[in-house]
């Protein structure tokens, strides 16, 4: 994984003008507020949004073979590919996250391993 020459709040991407955004739609439903509003706080002027795809690891191919870059979920990432990570934040210095959420069947608990993990997931503060 490659590194940002500074991990501080501080430091802003250099996205040129020029350089084509690839998105995925299934990305663009869940996050385009906060997209929005990061972009328009970091940068005067709009995205050039090149092309959009139906699936993020289309998406991720593309920017693989450098037909530009994408805002995508880290969970759609593996460590061992060689890509430029940059994990976005506010000019604040806060993460921008992504909503997700665990759901279960009521019935379920009444399996052990499942009611563990709920429980787990509960203790953790995380629900």
Known sequence: MK?????DAAWTPRIR???????????KKTNTLKLTNWWKETYSAP???AMEVDHMETCKE???????YAIIPDIV?????DMYRL???????EPILR???MIYRKESLHISLIKAFVDFIK???LM
């Open 3 to 7: 590194l940002p020459p500074s991990r």
């Open 77 to 81: 990432l593996n460590e061992s590919e």
């Open 99 to 101: 909503k997700s959420w």
């Open 17 to 27: 003008r020029s350089q084509p955004r690839i998105t995925a739609t299934a990305c």
């Open 47 to 49: 995205p050039t949004i």
């Open 62 to 68: 593309m920017v693989s073979s450098g037909f530009g």
């Open 123 to 125: 203790a953790q503060k």
């Open 87 to 93: 994990q976005l934040r506010t000019k604040h210095g």
